[in-house]
């Protein structure tokens, strides 16, 4: 895993009502559980294009939160640690029950 996708994992993870962070990029039902609780590149996908980072964040949204106020919490803190002009994309796979 790079340094870059570490740190945006660290930033991620620190946001409040992430419960967990999955894969970011499209994999196997088989892939995705020997991914889970290991640190793989793909669980903060980054992609430079032309010069633009395009980042995709997957994660879950613990209970008592908004999943739509969490995203958006999450996008904002991986904007302020990416490089100007970056991109992101937040899917909210999960929101654990009350």
Do not use: C
């Not at 996708?5 to 970011?24: H, K």
């Not at 939160?65 to 919490?73: G, L, T």
């Not at 803190?77 to 970056?86: C, I, T």
């Amino acid at each position: 895993m790079s340094h870059f996708s570490r740190q945006l994992l660290a930033v991620v993870q620190n946001v409040r009502g992430v419960s967990e962070v999955y894969p970011a990029i499209p994999t196997t039902r088989r892939a995705w559980q020997r991914l889970v609780g290991r640190e793989g590149e793909s669980l903060v996908h980054v992609l430079e294009t032309a010069g633009v980072a395009q980042i995709t964040v997957n994660i879950g949204v613990g209970a008592g939160y908004s999943a739509s106020a969490v995203a958006a919490a999450v996008a904002s803190a991986v904007r302020d640690a990416a490089p100007p002009g970056a991109r992101v994309k937040v899917r909210v796979s999960r929101v654990s029950g009350a």
